[in-house]
């Protein structure tokens, strides 16, 4: 499964990339040890990289800020998760050890500093598509309160939101019961194209390693 687009995306965020990719016949387990020390590392390096104070300086980080307020979200309220992920790591918190598969996408979200998320395709219905929500949506993310989403950009079901930049859905959350995965990237529209599918055939790779299965589908899209 690969997400659709709708067509009102590109009078908000023209230019936007989609890396995404399926993986099916995966195994999560609830902890990879190679996964966790290869996030630990990773954690020290940024440490060693970034200053708190400085992070509005870096064009990354500053471009997916502006992503983020295209989006409809201020995100210095609203991070998105791989500056949520950064910023916990500079501030000597602990990073989340969730499972398997969780982890993986947060170590490449650290890694890339862009926000990613996950689905487990079993409690999908329906097409997943990239669209403005309308009046009065709201849905619970994962370990969080309910998020008010009005007319900001989100991916969603036949049953609802499936997630944002800021945090994905209780309802189709990855678990170490899921076996089929749909990963998505967010990238803002500077982005370079060939990076881009570079980092999603990477978190593919990985995916893979770890767990078994195979990609079914892989791309970049761009609004």
């Known amino acids: 499964m690969l997400l659709q687009l709708d067509a009102?995306?590109?009078?908000?965020?023209f230019g936007v990339r989609f890396g995404c990719a399926t993986i099916s016949g995966i195994l999560v387990r609830s902890h990879d040890e190679q996964v966790w020390q290869q996030m630990q590392s990773l954690g020290q390096q940024m440490a060693a990289d970034y200053k708190l104070e400085q992070l509005s300086e870096q064009p990354q980080i500053a471009a997916v800020r502006g992503m983020q307020r295209a989006f409809?979200?201020?995100?210095?309220?609203?991070?998105?998760?791989?500056?949520?992920?950064?910023?916990?790591?500079?501030?000597?918190?602990?990073?989340?050890?969730?499972?398997?598969?969780?982890?993986?996408?947060?170590?490449?979200?650290?890694e890339f500093l862009l926000p990613m998320c996950m689905y487990d395709l079993q409690h999908v219905?329906?097409?997943?598509?990239?669209?403005?929500?309308?009046?009065?949506t709201a849905y619970p993310g994962i370990g969080r309160q309910v998020f008010q989403v009005e007319q900001k950009v989100i991916?969603?079901?036949d049953n609802g939101v499936m997630g944002t930049?800021?945090?994905?859905?209780?309802?189709?959350?990855?678990?170490?019961?899921?076996?089929?995965?749909?990963?998505?990237?967010?990238?803002?529209?500077?982005?370079?194209?060939?990076?881009?599918?570079?980092?999603?055939?990477?978190?593919?790779?990985?995916?893979?390693?770890?767990?078994?299965?195979?990609v079914s589908d892989l791309a970049v899209l761009t609004v």
């Open 8 to 13: 009102s995306l590109r009078e908000r965020i």
């Open 72 to 110: 409809g979200f201020d995100p210095t309220r609203y991070r998105p998760s791989s500056e949520a992920l950064l910023r916990r790591v500079l501030k000597g918190q602990a990073l989340p050890q969730i499972n398997s598969a969780v982890d993986i996408n947060n170590l490449c979200s650290l």
């Open 125 to 136: 219905s329906g097409c997943a598509t990239v669209r403005i929500a309308a009046a009065g």
């Open 155 to 157: 991916i969603a079901d």
């Open 165 to 214: 930049t800021v945090s994905d859905s209780e309802h189709t959350k990855v678990t170490t019961e899921t076996t089929q995965i749909l990963v998505v990237m967010y990238a803002p529209a500077e982005s370079d194209l060939t990076t881009i599918e570079r980092h999603a055939s990477l978190v593919a790779q990985r995916m893979i390693e770890c767990h078994g299965g195979q």
